[in-house]
C-alpha cells in the first residue's frame, strides 16, 4: 500500500536557521514523491518533486529536498528560513495508479523572529 | 493565484440541505480531483475525473455526488449531509501524462462547509 508519514505535528526555527520538515513514505515500486505548502485560507503550492535522478531536488522560494531511498525519506530543507515561510507542508507520493496521491498530514512550520 | 477557482467559499447548510460546490480550472489540464481536507489528517482523495470519465471513487458515501460536465468543470453535490462532513474540500487539476512523466496537482482555494 502507498502511504507517506509526516512525523511532526508542528517544527519551530528561529528565522536565518536551517529548517527540516520530515517525511517518510511507502510504495510499491518506483516513488514520486512530491512537496507542497499551504497558507492560511489557501489551496495548496506546489514546492518542488522528486521523479528521478538527483536525490536533491531543488524546487521554489530556496526549498530543496533529499530523497533517500534506503531510509524511504524523502525531508525538506531550507538553508535559512524567514518569518514568511510559515505555513502547513504536506508531502504527497503517487501511486501506481497515475491519478492517485496520497498525503501526509501536514506539518505546521513556526518561524519566529 | 493557480488557475483553479472555487465557489462559494465558505458555505454553511442545514443536514436537509441540497447544495453544490463548482470548480473551474483553467489551466487545460485533463484530470480534476476532489479532495476533503480535515484539521490533523492526511487529505482525503474523494473523487478523480480524467478526460470527463471518473475514474476514482474513494469509498465516498453517496450524499456526495460528482459532475465532471467538462474537463474545466467540476461540481461536488451534497445532500442530506452529516455534521462530520464539516471540512475544507479542495479542487484540484493536473495534466496526466501516464509513464511519460509525472505532472503536480494544481489547487484551487477551497470551500470551507459547515455543517449544522
Known amino acids: 500500500a502507498q502511504s507517506v508519514a509526516q512525523p511532526e505535528d508542528q517544527v519551530n526555527v528561529a528565522e536565518g536557521n536551517p529548517l527540516t520538515v520530515k517525511c517518510t513514505y511507502s510504495v510499491s515500486g518506483n516513488p514520486y514523491l512530491f512537496w507542497y505548502v499551504q497558507y492560511p485560507n489557501r489551496g495548496l503550492q506546489f514546492l518542488l518533486k522528486?521523479?528521478?535522478?538527483?536525490?536533491l531536488v531543488k524546487g521554489s522560494y530556496g526549498f530543496e529536498a533529499e530523497f533517500n531511498k534506503s531510509q524511504t525519506s524523502f525531508h525538506l530543507k531550507k538553508p535559512s528560513a524567514l518569518v514568511s515561510d510559515s505555513a502547513l507542508y504536506f508531502c504527497?507520493?503517487?501511486?501506481?495508479?497515475?491519478?492517485?496521491?496520497?498525503f501526509g498530514s501536514g506539518t505546521k512550520l513556526n518561524v519566529k523572529p | 493565484e493557480t488557475g483553479v477557482t472555487q465557489t462559494p467559499r465558505h458555505l454553511v447548510m442545514g443536514m436537509t440541505n441540497k447544495k453544490s460546490l463548482k470548480c473551474e480550472q483553467h489551466?487545460?489540464?485533463?484530470?480534476m480531483y476532489w479532495y476533503k481536507q480535515s484539521a490533523k489528517k492526511p487529505l482525503e482523495l474523494m473523487f478523480v475525473?480524467?478526460?470527463?470519465?471518473?475514474?476514482e471513487n474513494n469509498s465516498v458515501p453517496s450524499r456526495f455526488s460528482p459532475e465532471c460536465p467538462n474537463s474545466s468543470h467540476l461540481f461536488l453535490h451534497l445532500h442530506t449531509l452529516q455534521p462530520e462532513d464539516s471540512a475544507l474540500y479542495l479542487c484540484?487539476?493536473?495534466?496526466?501524462?501516464?509513464?511519460?512523466?509525472?505532472?503536480?496537482?494544481?489547487f484551487g482555494p477551497g470551500t470551507r462547509l459547515t455543517v449544522l
Open positions: 484540484a487539476s493536473s495534466q496526466q501524462t501516464g509513464l511519460a512523466g509525472v505532472d503536480e496537482q494544481f
Open positions: 522528486y521523479i528521478t535522478g538527483d536525490n
Open positions: 475525473y480524467n478526460f470527463k470519465e471518473q475514474t
Open positions: 504527497a507520493v503517487r501511486g501506481r495508479n497515475f491519478n492517485k496521491f496520497y
Open positions: 489551466l487545460g489540464h485533463n484530470a
